[in-house]
Nanobody, 120 residues
Framework: VQLQASGGGLVQAGGSLRLSCAAS????????MGWYRQAPGDQRELVAT???????KYADSVKGRFTISRDNAKNTVYLQMSSLEPEDTAVYYC???????????????WGQGTLVTVSS
């Protein structure tokens, strides 16, 4: 399973961006999908996750500003980010938990990361 993220870039504070992440390759099942971020000098932190049934969870710092969604038919997860703040500047990584075959163990897969820079 490979994850390809896109949509990062430079935006002014108060602006919006939409990240996308598509899973491809040999996929048997994808359960949870999500977004994490890592700012320079900080540890990677959870931003938002979504189950295959659509249940969502958000970090307190992004509640009310970010919305996670997914298209199960396309194995794609999205992150709509609004009211962006300079503190949101980070490399954003998509994550999927699933397996590549009936016999394979369920594991975490990570995308390559996409940089989001919010200027003040």
């Amino acid at each position: 399973v490979q994850l390809q993220a896109s949509g990062g870039g430079l935006v002014q504070a108060g602006g919006s961006l939409r990240l996308s992440c598509a899973a491809s390759g040999t996929i048997f099942r994808i359960n949870d999908m999500g977004w994490y971020r890592q700012a320079p000098g900080d540890q990677r932190e959870l931003v938002a996750t979504i189950t295959s049934g659509g249940s969502t969870k958000y970090a307190d710092s992004v509640k009310g500003r970010f919305t996670i969604s997914r298209d199960n038919a396309k194995n794609t997860v999205y992150l709509q980010m609004s009211s962006l703040e300079p503190e949101d500047t980070a490399v954003y990584y998509c994550n999927a938990r699933g397996s590549s075959s009936f016999y394979a163990a369920t594991r975490n897969y990570w995308g390559q990361g996409t940089l989001v820079t919010v200027s003040s």
